[in-house]
Every structure is written in structure tokens, then in C-alpha cells.
């Protein structure tokens, strides 16, 4: 098994890419520790991971927290005597039109999506500097392209490329391998969990999650490029043309993401 006794940290690993990545990277021969902030979700995950034979631990931890994230370096120092892997993950979506948003959810996705990116990395890197590890961070396409009534997440994944972008160069003479991964649409409960203006649960996803790339699908393809250390992942056919077009032709992107977007059901757009 290629990451045998490799200790890989997987925060908001409950559901979706996170737990699907947490089943990749275990079943390669790694030592998990999972986190969440549901003890009922860390609970069941945890039971998934130990009957596919994956060596694992839960943390209950809130990704927003710094105390809770220098928790999770501690706890996975204290159990498994070392950390290699750091998969960013946790993270929240959001779906409003900025005039309507209330500026607390804007400022819950940017602590737990960027903060908590920054708090983990911070944390765990001592250790991943010295085991010569991975950092990788779960972004987005919105990390490259802004999509409206998201401008609270696509500004958290933004960041977030440009965080590990720096840090990637930082770190880049000392051996330590940083990959952003920006996943297209995937089947997940991103979509089911994102915020309305209010702060509510929007509940139900706008798109048709059978259409979409699975988790699994996403997890399989993180797993191949932290393998092979890969810098960048971008998923999906339509992704990839996203970013592609959105370099090169910005202005005309507007007008096709905006009408894209404005088909989503229960658009709000008026």
C-alpha cells in the first residue's frame, strides 16, 4: 500500500469529498484522523472507515475555532506520534445575492472555508515540514471564477488559492508538497448545506446531484495527484473550460456565467 503508515488528517471529513477522502487515503494504508462537528456524524464515518479496515480517529472540532484546529495537531501528535498529511477540507456554501446577504454568514464561509484552512495549515506544518508531507487544500472552480450569489464563497476559495499559492513558494526548497484541488460540481451536501441571506439552511440543492461527479470519483482523483505531488487539480470537463475561458476571454465568462446561474432552480435572480 502506497501510504502505508502515513498519518493523514482529513478535516470535515462527516460526509461528501471529505469522508470519501478519508476512505481513499485509508485504504492506501494510511492512518486517519477525521474531523467534525457532529459527534452523531463522526461517529457513523468512523464505523464506515474501521469496517473498510482503515485504522482511524475522530476529532470533534469546529472548523472556524483556532483552538479547536491546534486541538486536532496535538490530538493526532498525541495518537499516532506523527501528522504527513493535511487535507483541508472543511468548508460551507452559501447562496444569496450580496444586497440580500447578511454580513455574518459572509464571515461564517470565510472562517471555517479560509480561516480554517489557515488555522490547520498552521498548525500541523511543523510537523509536515518535518516528515517532508503533503498540504492540500480543497478548493474550487470559484477559486478561479467568481459565480454570483456566491460571492461569500467564491471569496473564501479565492483566497484560499492564493494562501497556498505563497506558501507552495515558501516551502518549495524544503520539501514539502502543496496541491490545490478545485473540484467542479460534485454530488455532495454542499449545496444542501449552503447558507440563504439569513443565515437558514437552504435544504434542498438547485442542481441535479445525479448528474453530477461523485465524491468517490473526486477522492480518487486527490489521491492519484498527491501521489504523484502533483501542484494543481482541476476537475471536470466543464471546469477545466471555466478556467481556461475565464483567463482569456473574462468579459464574455460574465455573460455566460450569468446566464448559466440564472437557470438554477429557485434562482434569485429576479
Known amino acids: 500500500m502506497k501510504l502505508k503508515d502515513k498519518v493523514v488528517i482529513v478535516t470535515g471529513a462527516t460526509s461528501g469529498i471529505g469522508e470519501a477522502c478519508a476512505l481513499a487515503f485509508g485504504k492506501e494504508g494510511a492512518k486517519v484522523v477525521i474531523t467534525g462537528r457532529s459527534q452523531i456524524n463522526l461517529d457513523n464515518s468512523l464505523v464506515r472507515l474501521q469496517q473498510a479496515g482503515i485504522e482511524a480517529f475522530g476529532i470533534l472540532a469546529d472548523a472556524a475555532s483556532e483552538e479547536d484546529n491546534k486541538s486536532i495537531a496535538f490530538a493526532s501528535i498525541q495518537r499516532f506520534g506523527k501528522i504527513d498529511i493535511l487535507i483541508n477540507n472543511a468548508g460551507i456554501s ?9 454580513l455574518e454568514v459572509f464571515r461564517k464561509v470565510m472562517d471555517t472555508n479560509f480561516w480554517g484552512t489557515v488555522y490547520a495549515t498552521k498548525f500541523c506544518l511543523p510537523e509536515i515540514l518535518k516528515n517532508k508531507g503533503s498540504i492540500i487544500g ?4 470559484n477559486g478561479y471564477r467568481g459565480t454570483p450569489a456566491r460571492t461569500a464563497y467564491t471569496a473564501s476559495k479565492f483566497a484560499m488559492n492564493g494562501f497556498f499559492e505563497s506558501l507552495r513558494t515558501e516551502v518549495m526548497k524544503r520539501g514539502v508538497h502543496v496541491l490545490v484541488a478545485c473540484p467542479g460540481f460534485t454530488a455532495s451536501n454542499i449545496r444542501k448545506n449552503a ?4 443565515g437558514t439552511l437552504q435544504g434542498e440543492s438547485p442542481r441535479e446531484e445525479g448528474e453530477l461527479m461523485t ?6 482523483e486527490i489521491l492519484k495527484a498527491t501521489l504523484k505531488r502533483k501542484r494543481d487539480l482541476v476537475l471536470t470537463q466543464q471546469g477545466r473550460m471555466a478556467v481556461f475561458l475565464n483567463k482569456w476571454i473574462p468579459g464574455i465568462m460574465d455573460g455566460i456565467v450569468y446566464k448559466h446561474m ?3 432552480k429557485d434562482s434569485p435572480f429576479k
Do not use: G, P
Not at 452559501?94 to 447578511?102: A, G, I, K, T, V
Not at 480543497?138 to 472552480?141: D, E, G, M, N, P
Not at 447558507?195 to 439569513?198: F, V
Not at 465524491?215 to 480518487?220: I, L, Q, S, T
Open 94 to 102: 452559501m447562496r444569496s445575492l450580496f444586497e440580500d446577504l447578511d
Open 138 to 141: 480543497i478548493s474550487s472552480i
Open 195 to 198: 447558507l440563504r441571506a439569513d
Open 215 to 220: 465524491a468517490d470519483e473526486v477522492a480518487h
Open 262 to 264: 440564472a437557470k438554477e
